[in-house]
């Protein structure tokens, strides 16, 4: 099978796939978690079969004509299939997790449907070549998400999944216009037409606006601390894999790869996320809902992988690249160990837990081996990242803002170790057991894919350093 057979099967197959699993759940119950279980498993391998080509330096554009400059493009290089990967393997791992998480629940179908839609429309951005139909698929992933956080239909979730799905979409509909206006200087929506083109500053700011809104960056935030409403294993989705990565792809992609930030950005922009970064942190160390917790400090990290990429230097932008499948693991195994907890003592304070470490002793191990990574100490695969990225930016000539960084990564410190003291240390509270298998070997995997990321660091490196060489043309 060809490259571009592979990337064409790796879109359309998740997103075909969703609309059978209502006909697979008119079969039985059975038949429809097997469908959404091959389905998600397909995707995963697809992209990994690529990895040979991007590791290669391989880079394929797909062209199909079409009217009125809507052409339909893929670009196929190492960037956009390490993206692939990542995302649609962790999907792969939260669809099997979910086998034993919403068991029980009502609306199962529509459940796999829309998050199997969720990772098709992810392929489909990821490898997008059009602004138009990157726009596309950016909606349907807004569309999932909105049901998704709503999935349990009470009438405070709904209005949750409300605001999310408005600010996202607002923010998307802003960018588009950033998006109109390019096609009014270059006369196309082709991205591998305008590299090297210089776009106007109102530009810039539209698209930033819709970047910074889907990844949830300080004051366009306040929507996902509020998604916790929807199932752990949405929630896990939105921050790990999918939603909040889509923002900074979209950087990767348009301001690295396409065109380059004006001057003033440059500037600005670091100053800009790692601000968000750190009163992120800090609002994570003062809650007591698990979840928000782990969504303020999903909002700190993605500021991490911001600041690489606005350092414009080959360890930066390698760096981030890096962080994006650090935290897509941690993080997910975080909010999986999270969703395992919260199923047994159905509550999300963490001051009326303690003592889980007893009868969860995989889950409580899961849970330190991911905040490791996150946190950033060696061996784990968080540290290399968050250390490139901090190296890059002092050779960018940000010593200040590095120190906040740093400082940014006390916090994480501080946070993380307290929500492991109180859920899984003291006095026993709640005798929990650890009851469903398909939930413990899943984050059991992603911890010890936090451990093994960071042991075998220099084989994703190889990858990223390639896509940070083929990519960023002006540092040629």
């Given at each position: 099978?060809?490259?571009?057979?592979?990337?064409l099967?790796?879109?359309?197959i998740?997103?075909l796939?969703?609309?059978?699993?209502?006909?697979?759940?008119?079969?039985?119950?059975k038949?429809?978690?097997?469908?959404?279980?091959?389905?998600?498993?397909?995707?995963?391998?697809?992209p990994?079969?690529?990895?040979?080509?991007?590791?290669?330096?391989?880079?394929?554009?797909?062209?199909?004509?079409?009217?009125?400059?809507?052409?339909?493009?893929?670009?196929i290089?190492?960037?956009?299939?390490?993206?692939?990967?990542?995302?649609?393997?962790?999907?792969?791992l939260?669809?099997?997790?979910?086998?034993?998480?919403?068991?029980?629940?009502?609306n199962?179908?529509?459940?796999?449907?829309?998050?199997?839609?969720?990772?098709?429309?992810?392929?489909?951005?990821?490898?997008?070549?059009?602004?138009?139909?990157?726009y596309?698929?950016w909606?349907?992933?807004?569309?999932?998400?909105?049901?998704?956080?709503?999935?349990?239909?009470?009438?405070?979730?709904?209005?949750?999944?409300?605001?999310?799905?408005?600010?996202?979409?607002?923010?998307?509909?802003?960018?588009?216009?950033?998006?109109?206006?390019?096609?009014?200087?270059?006369?196309?929506?082709?991205?591998?037409?305008?590299?090297?083109?210089?776009?106007?500053?109102?530009?810039?700011?539209?698209?930033?606006?819709?970047?910074?809104?889907?990844?949830?960056?300080?004051?366009?935030?306040?929507?996902?601390?509020?998604?916790?409403?929807?199932?752990?294993?949405?929630?896990?989705?939105?921050h790990?894999?999918?939603?909040?990565?889509?923002?900074?792809?979209?950087?990767?992609?348009?301001?690295?790869?396409?065109?380059?930030?004006?001057?003033?950005?440059?500037?600005?922009?670091?100053?800009?996320?790692?601000v968000?970064?750190?009163?992120?942190?800090?609002?994570?160390?003062?809650?007591?809902?698990?979840?928000?917790?782990?969504?303020?400090?999903?909002?700190?990290?993605?500021?991490y992988?911001?600041?690489?990429?606005?350092?414009?230097?080959?360890?930066g932008?390698?760096?981030?690249?890096?962080?994006?499948?650090?935290?897509?693991?941690?993080?997910?195994?975080?909010?999986?160990?999270?969703?395992?907890?919260?199923?047994?003592?159905?509550?999300k304070?963490?001051?009326?837990?303690?003592?889980?470490?007893?009868?969860?002793?995989v889950?409580?191990?899961?849970?330190?081996?991911?905040?490791?990574?996150?946190?950033?100490?060696?061996?784990?695969?968080?540290?290399?990242?968050?250390?490139?990225?901090?190296?890059?930016?002092?050779?960018?000539?940000?010593?200040?803002?590095?120190?906040?960084?740093?400082?940014t990564?006390?916090?994480?410190?501080?946070?993380?170790?307290?929500?492991?003291?109180?859920?899984?240390?003291?006095?026993?509270?709640?005798?929990?057991?650890?009851?469903?298998?398909?939930?413990?070997?899943?984050?059991?995997?992603?911890?010890?894919?936090?451990?093994?990321?960071?042991?075998?660091?220099?084989y994703?490196?190889?990858?990223t350093?390639?896509?940070t060489?083929q990519?960023?043309?002006w540092?040629?």
């Open positions: 099978m060809n490259v571009e057979t592979t990337v099967l790796t879109i359309l998740p997103i796939g969703s609309f059978a699993v209502p006909l697979a759940g008119l079969a039985s119950g038949a429809r978690s097997v469908w959404a279980v091959a389905v998600s498993a397909v995707t995963a391998v697809l990994l079969t690529l990895l040979s080509f991007a590791l290669e330096g391989g880079e394929l554009v797909v062209r199909k004509n079409l009217a009125l400059g809507l052409d339909f493009v893929l670009i290089d190492p960037l956009s299939i390490f993206m692939a990967s990542v995302s649609s393997f962790v999907g792969f939260i669809v099997v997790y979910s086998l034993g998480y919403i068991r029980h629940e009502e199962q179908s529509e459940y796999y449907l829309m998050v199997l839609l969720f990772i098709g429309a992810m392929m489909g951005l990821v490898f997008s070549g059009n602004l138009i139909f990157l596309l698929f909606e349907i992933i807004a569309i999932s998400c909105w049901r998704l956080i709503g999935f349990y239909r009470q009438p405070d979730h709904v209005r949750k999944a409300d605001k999310a799905f408005l600010v996202t979409f607002f923010g998307a509909v802003v960018m588009l216009l950033g998006f109109v206006q390019i096609y009014g200087v270059t006369n196309t929506f082709d991205i591998t037409a305008m590299r090297g083109t210089l776009v106007p500053g109102t530009a810039v700011l539209l698209i930033l606006f819709g970047i910074f809104s889907k990844s949830a960056t300080i004051p366009l935030h306040t929507w996902l601390p509020d998604a916790g409403v929807a199932p752990t294993t949405v929630t896990a989705l939105l790990a894999a999918v939603l909040v990565k889509i923002g900074v792809y979209a950087f990767a992609r348009l301001f690295l790869y396409t065109f380059r930030l004006p001057d003033g950005w440059q500037e600005a922009l670091p100053i800009i996320v790692m968000s970064s750190l009163v992120a942190a800090g609002a994570a160390a003062v809650e007591n809902d698990i979840k928000r917790i782990l969504a303020y400090s999903t909002i700190s990290q993605i500021g992988i911001f600041l690489g990429f606005t350092a414009m230097n080959a360890a932008i390698s760096g981030s690249l890096l962080f994006i499948l650090m935290h897509g693991l941690a993080k997910a195994g975080l909010f999986l160990c999270a969703g395992i907890v919260i199923h047994a003592v159905h509550t304070d963490i001051r009326e837990m303690g003592g889980l470490i007893k009868t969860m002793p889950t409580a191990v899961a849970f330190l081996a991911c905040a490791f990574s996150v946190i950033g100490i060696p061996p784990f695969g968080g540290f290399f990242s968050k250390f490139l990225v901090i190296l890059g930016t002092v050779q960018a000539g940000r010593p200040w803002v590095a120190a906040m960084a740093l400082f990564a006390v916090l994480t410190m501080y946070y993380l170790f307290k929500v492991f003291s109180l859920v899984f240390l003291g006095e026993a509270k709640h005798p929990a057991p650890e009851r469903t298998k398909s939930m413990v070997y899943v984050v059991a995997v992603l911890a010890v894919l936090s451990l093994a990321a960071g042991l075998f660091v220099a994703p490196t190889k990858l350093n390639i896509a060489t990519m960023s043309w540092l040629r």
